[in-house]
C-alpha cells in the first residue's frame, strides 16, 4: 500500500465463503466496477503447482494441498491490490485466520440448496467428489464459524446475482 514502509499492498476487500458462494464470479464482477484487479488464491495454487487443484489432491494430498493454500494466501494478503478471493477452506488454516486481521473481510453467506445448484455435482472440487450435498452440508457447516471469526461483514448471496451481491459489497467499502 502506498506508504507502506517495507513496499507492501493490500486488497481493496478479501471475499471467504463456502464453494457456491460466488467468491470467484463475485469477485471478478466487484474487481471490474471498482477498476482494480481481481485475484483467486485458487488459481495462484495451480500456477505455482503447474496442475489443476484436483490433480493437486490426488498426486499430493490434502496436506500439500493446504500448505500451497497457506503460501497462496500469505503472498496474496502482501501483494493483492484489489479484490481477492480465497480458496474456502483457506480458513481452516489459524495462521490464515491471523492473517487476515486488519482486512477488510466479506463473508460471502450462501445456503446448502443454493450451494448445491452452483457447483452442480462438484466437478473440479476435489472435497465433493463423494455424495457431494452432504459433504458440502458439512464443510458449510465447519466452516461457518471461522468465516464469521474473519469477516468485517456479510453479504447473503441466495437468490441473488452476482451484480447484486457486487453492488451491495462495493456499498460496504466507502467510506
Known sequence: MPGDPVGRTRPVVVLVGSPGSGKTTVGETLAAL????????????EAMAGKPIPEIFVDEGEDHFRALERAATAAALTSCAGVLA?????VLAEENRAALVGH????????????VKRVG???????????????LKHLMDQRRPLYAEVATAT?????????EIAAEVAALLKP
Request: proline residues 6%.
Open 104 to 115: 477488510t473481510v466479506v463473508h460471502l453467506s450462501v445456503e446448502l440448496a443454493d450451494a
Open 121 to 135: 455435482l462438484g466437478a473440479g472440487r476435489p472435497l465433493l467428489a463423494i455424495n457431494p450435498r452432504a459433504t
Open 34 to 45: 471498482l477498476g482494480v484487479e481481481f485475484r483467486d488464491t485458487d488459481a495462484d495454487i
Open 155 to 163: 453479504v447473503v448471496t441466495d437468490g441473488r446475482t452476482p451484480e
Open 86 to 90: 480465497l480458496g474456502g477452506g483457506a
